[in-house]
């Protein structure tokens, strides 16, 4: 396509919010996305790097061909649906979630941060467009006909079994669909998305996208076998009798709580639990859901991630005072900026420099305050590059009738303690060569297995590389044994 | 995924049996294990315990007490034909299985369903095993099962009186299997003991046992969400240390147990429980109205 050489315009295209005050009384989604025009206006900010150049493809870790659909969208600009159309089978070569990632990823320190118009001004909003994309096909049903063209004309390639739908598993299983293989989708809980199911909410990620999301897999031939927990319902070596490779996606769902006294006392949640009851079991529409969940006036998140500004969020959309407490200070915290601007637009407060050290219950058994510990940062910085944190020997108690401790996961030990011959890191990550094959031949491993907590996008980037991995193994093993 | 109910029949007041088709979990159960269910499109997931099951016929069968909004929801509402819609499993760890030698087996209320399983493989492993049912008359179970499976197998029943509620007949419970444990251990000598009620109930029956320092293995009951260790909602602190009952138990050492704590959890929700109980007993009522 000949351009004329584009001329930069600074500042990106806004998206619009839902109100603060409107948000706050439900779990609706807050961000509302670009429409056609915004979204081209904003696409026709890019300066289409060449694409093997392209620094934010190589910022994206499944590396989106960007300029690639982003000038889909500007090419066609008097075709709306034609636009989309194009834009889409662009993204959906590389990546088959983009009304997830869209939303979820933190562009900010991948896509976006390379963006070459970050450095004269607004990166492009790499995020929202793709997410534009995905939504818009969606709601004008272009999808089928791409999905049709996906769908691989030989199948019968070789029979692989995924552990665990997060979105490593999701990833892997659609790109082995693509290219011809029979997928299986081995899942423990009642539905699949992993953490985009049961941890992220409903306002940052609806669930009935992520459902429609996933049942395109299902159109490309995965089938997802739910309620089963592989280790228990079925070992890996039964898998590796059925199947020619399985990769292992189990992510890092174990709660780490905080070994200090009181950790059992009543409404003290794990930020798991917690968001397990709102997302997953919809407690927030408690007694039309089942599902109870107890949250009272005064909040406390302990930890600073993305999860606690999920966990933060939620518990004030159920009425309560919220206040997140993190041992290190503003400057150090893990969440996406654009979480953490949400949540102090919505009223969480922060306290910084806070560790705790005790639950303080009441005769009820229930918790009624927390004591911290003040801490203060030295110059040196640990591993992470983060500042390191001393104890001042003050201490200062805050009251709170609910604590959600979101102070880490680690990975599920189920499958590693039943498989004995798969090696594990003492962390509980799986251990994995460059192709990421565990210690036993033909079973693939990604996401936070490998990784320990890292992001859904990162997990999405194993699944693909595992992906190809398993086609070269399979591919290996049969010209062996012919 | 059907999970189609093949049979369902209420064996006494408030205890409705199922027998569901689950090849899945069929196949690989073993005693001590327990299965996670999910009835209902806007439904909680409830732990329940498979009594007894056929690998190749792919079924289990399980027993609930209706206690509360979803078993009674299911007690009213589903019927053979039916479908569960989700049934995930086996899950936990299998009970010890091992010659221990003479064994008293004791189950309170809807407690002895999951002794059957277990009490049933011990005596097959060669043990002696005896079972204590202490239950209200009217919820008498699986007596015959019982007398077929293990050695000697004695209900300690009490009749239910006017006005009681769960306070007073909990309270009966305990009085009576205190009284019936002392004197069965202070007859005969036993080598081990396992215990499943409700958690007051077994912290009562373990200082009894404690007198006699007999080993005690303990099924526990706390509260369960996803039931695969990835919440932290089961946690009990057994020997010190924070435990999660799903995936390090449902058995304990009776002895390294924080029974008050256990016990203080169980009720975490019962207002929400109750508000959710009364709701749907309001929207039978009103149901029952237009009718």
């Known amino acids: ?204 990620l609806p669930k009935e996208i992520l459902d429609k999301e996933i049942a395109k897999l299902r159109e490309l031939g995965v089938e997802i076998k739910l309620d089963h927990v592989v ?18 996606g189990t992510g890092a769902g174990t709660p780490k709580l905080l070994n200090i006294p009181g950790i059992l006392l009543d409404r003290i949640y794990s930020a798991n639990e917690f968001l397990t009851r709102v997302n997953l079991m919809k407690a927030y529409k408690f007694p039309e859901y089942d599902e109870p969940i107890a949250v009272g006036k005064k909040t406390i998140v302990i930890g600073a991630g993305n999860t606690a500004m999920d966990a933060a969020r939620s518990a004030l959309r159920l009425g309560s005072e919220v206040t997140i407490a993190y041992r290190r200070g503003r400057e150090d915290m893990t969440a996406r900026i654009e979480e953490i601007q949400h949540a102090e637009e919505e009223g969480v407060k922060f306290e910084f420099f806070l560790n705790p050290v005790e639950f303080i219950g009441d005769e009820n058994g229930r918790v009624k305050a927390v004591k911290f510990e003040k801490m203060k940062p030295l110059e040196e910085r640990d591993k992470k590059g983060k500042r390191k944190i001393v104890g001042t020997g003050e201490y200062v108690t805050l009251e709170a009738d609910t604590v959600i401790i979101a102070i880490g996961l680690e990975p599920n030990r189920i499958i590693s303690e039943e498989a004995t011959g798969l090696k594990v890191n003492p962390d509980g990550t799986l251990v994995v060569d460059e192709n990421l094959m565990t210690s036993i031949p033909g079973v693939f491993a990604g996401g936070d297995a490998i990784r320990g907590e890292a992001t859904v996008i990162l997990a999405m980037g194993d699944g693909k590389r595992a992906a190809k991995a398993i086609c070269d193994y399979i591919e290996k093993k049969r010209k062996a044994n012919a | 995924m059907p999970y189609k109910i093949l049979d369902k029949k209420e064996l006494a007041m408030n205890e409705v049996w199922y027998k569901i088709h689950a090849p899945h979990v069929a196949k690989k159960v073993q005693p001590g294990q327990f299965v996670i269910v999910r009835a209902f499109p806007n439904g909680e997931r409830i732990p329940l315990t498979p009594v007894t099951w056929d690998r190749d016929e792919g079924w289990i069968t399980l027993i609930t007490f209706v206690r509360g909004k979803t078993t009674m929801r299911m007690a009213n509402e589903l019927k053979p034909g039916d479908e569960l819609l989700n049934v995930a499993g086996p899950l936990g760890n299998p009970a010890p299985m091992k010659k221990f030698g003479k064994i008293l087996a004791i189950g309170m209320i809807t407690g002895i369903v999951e002794v059957f399983p277990i009490a049933k493989a011990w005596q097959e492993a060669g043990n002696e095993v005896t ?114 009952a799903c995936i390090d138990g449902p058995g304990f050492d009776a002895y390294k147990v924080d029974w008050d704590e256990l016990i203080h959890r169980s009720g975490f929700y019962a207002p929400m429980e109750r508000l959710a109980l009364e709701t749907y007993l309001k929207q039978l009522q009103a149901q029952g109205g237009e009718q």
């Open chain 1, 1 to 204: 396509m000949v351009r004329k050489r584009p001329k930069l315009i600074k500042e990106r295209v806004p998206t619009p919010e839902r109100p603060v005050e409107e948000r706050v009384k439900s779990f609706v989604e807050v961000n509302l996305g670009y429409d056609f025009a915004s979204a081209v206006k904003e696409a026709e900010r890019c300066l289409q790097c060449p694409v093997e150049y392209a620094p934010c493809i190589k910022g994206c870790p499944v590396h989106i061909n960007i300029p690639g659909f982003i000038g889909k969208l500007v090419e066609h600009r008097d075709d709306p649906n034609k636009a989309v159309k194009e834009a889409l089978r662009v993204i959906w070569g590389d990546n088959t979630l983009p009304a997830v990632t869209g939303r979820v990823c933190p562009q900010e320190e991948q896509c976006e941060m390379n963006c070459v118009m970050g450095k004269v001004g607004d990166p492009i909003n790499i995020g929202k467009l793709e997410r534009f994309v995905a939504d818009y096909a969606r709601k004008h049903s272009i999808e089928d006909e791409l999905l049709a063209e996906m769908r691989p004309s030989v199948c019968g390639k070789g029979k692989v079994a995924v552990v665990g739908a997060g979105p490593a598993g999701l990833t892997c299983a659609g790109e082995l669909a693509k290219l011809g293989y029979d997928v299986t989708i081995y899942e423990a809980l009642h539905k699949p998305g992993g953490v985009l199911i049961y941890g992220i909410p409903e306002f940052r």
């Open chain 1, 231 to 248: 280790g228990k319902t079925v070992t890996l070596e039964e898998l590796l009798e059925e199947y020619d490779a399985v990769f292992i």
């Open chain 2, 131 to 244: 079972t204590l049912h202490v239950s209200p008359n009217p919820m008498v179970i699986l007596k015959e099962e019982f007398e077929n499976a293990v050695s000697r197998h004695i209900v300690e029943g009490f009749d239910l009186q006017p006005g009681w509620g769960m306070n007073e007949i909990a309270q009966e419970l305990v009085k009576r299997a205190v009284a019936k444990v002392k004197e069965l251990l202070e007859n005969e000598h036993f080598d081990m003991i396992l215990t499943v009620g409700p958690a007051g109930g077994q912290k009562a029956v373990f200082n009894v046992v404690k007198e006699f320092g007999i080993p005690m293995h303990a099924d526990l009951h706390p509260i369960m969400v996803d039931a695969t260790g990835m919440c932290g909602a089961c946690r009990v602190t057994v020997g010190g240390e924070v435990k999660f």
